[in-house]
């Protein structure tokens, strides 16, 4: 059985990919609660994120941190806030958001972003992954 999140890390799904290694895949958010919102998963299906192997679990971590840097290069922010709920989609996903304050990592209030800005923010942190 392949995940929603499977199928968009293999492409058969759409997204607004931000960065990619052999192991890990990040993308916006669909809905997100503020520009920039970005999805780390690791490419193996495993639900929940403290089920996962340690040294898979550091990868994604390290991983993440670097698209965290370069969205903290590409969207003005104070912070990227870093968040795991995982109650939708039952493949492990980190949620790194640009932050200005504390009120912007509210997972009940989203922004509505047309697909050019989606496309252009995405494109912004991909220029900035190193
Ligand atoms: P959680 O599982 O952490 O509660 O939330 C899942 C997150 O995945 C939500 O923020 C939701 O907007 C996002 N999401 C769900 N389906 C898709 C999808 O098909 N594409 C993208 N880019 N994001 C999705």
């Keep these: 059985m392949s995940t929603i ?37 690791p490419r193996k299906e495993v639900d929940y994120i403290f089920d996962l192997p ?15 840097k370069a969205q903290q290069k590409a969207i003005p922010c104070k912070r990227v806030g870093e968040a795991v709920i995982g109650l939708e989609v039952p493949h492990t996903h980190i949620h790194l958001i640009p932050i200005n304050t504390e ?19 995405a494109s912004a942190i991909a220029d900035k992954f190193e």
């Design 103 to 121: 009120a912007d990592m509210n997972f009940s209030k989203k922004v509505e972003l047309t697909a050019e800005e989606m496309t252009r923010i």
């Design 54 to 68: 340690e040294q898979d679990y550091l990868d994604l971590m390290a991983f993440a941190r670097r698209v965290a």
């Design 5 to 41: 999140f499977s199928k968009i890390a293999a492409g058969e799904i759409p997204s607004y990919k931000v960065a990619a290694d052999e192991k890990h895949y990040a993308f916006l958010d669909i809905n997100p609660v503020a520009p920039g919102h970005v999805l780390v998963i």
